[in-house]
């Protein structure tokens, strides 16, 4: 999806699920089942009456429990079924999952270390960030091609699933795809359709988007 069709205006909305325990143990979940916390439920409640006021027209989510039930709560406001793809999950880790960032890096530091340096790593044995863009962005680009005109569409999904996403869908090469930050629990992402393809309007908000003044805009 590149954009070509100028004019229409699209909009896809990158919304990171709620707050796990394991997001609080910093410990690796990658495909791993873990569901939201208590808090994690109120931070979905919080976001998604933010982003029902950008009135969006599709919701497309990850069928891992934490991003469903992040999904299920803006589903609840806007009344917009949610469909679910497991194209969206985060990425797969193998050895690593169930791990946390200090069990990583005492077992596999010099992966560790090689993927921080933009290195293409299967960590833990487990997919390459190429791969996870290779199955969650055409989901993404699939959903935004049947969004009318200046339509929205919101993604639910996970950190690093989102950040491989955001750099396929510009056109970053993968090892640029670092700069992009990480997403704090249920803040989100924006791109906008220009004519020369998406932009990225906001990263990590937890705001409304704002109108650009100035001599960027």
């Known amino acids: 999806m590149n ?3 100028g004019g229409r205006s699209r909009r896809i909305v990158l919304w990171r699920h709620g707050q796990t325990a394991w997001n609080l143990e910093r410990r ?3 495909t791993m089942d873990i569901g939201l916390t208590e808090a994690g439920v109120a931070q ?8 029902a006021a950008l009135k969006p027209d599709v919701i497309v989510a990850s069928d891992l429990s934490r991003a469903k039930a992040t999904a299920a709560e803006l589903s609840a406001v806007t009344g917009l079924e949610v469909s679910h793809d497991s194209g969206l999950r985060e990425s797969y ?3 690593w999952q169930g ?8 077992q596999f530091g010099e992966q560790y270390a090689a993927w921080k340096r933009g290195e293409p790593v299967r960590r833990g044995g487990g997919e390459l960030e190429t791969e996870v863009a290779d199955r969650a962005a055409p989901v993404v680009s699939a959903a935004a091609d049947k969004l009318p005109d200046g339509g929205t569409l919101v993604v639910v999904s996970h950190g690093g699933t989102i950040r491989t996403t955001i750099g396929r869908l510009l056109g970053l090469e993968a090892r640029a795809w670092e700069a992009l930050g990480g997403l704090s629990n249920c803040c989100w992402s924006v791109l906008g359709e220009g004519v ?9 908000a937890g705001s409304l988007p704002e109108p650009v003044l100035g001599d960027d805009d």
């Open 99 to 106: 791990l946390t960032h200090e069990e990583i890096t005492a």
């Open 196 to 204: 020369r393809g998406w932009r990225l309007l906001e990263h990590n």
């Open 93 to 95: 880790a193998g050895q």
């Open 44 to 51: 979905a409640r919080r976001s998604a009456r933010l982003l």
């Open 3 to 5: 954009g070509s069709q």
């Open 28 to 30: 690796f979940q990658g």
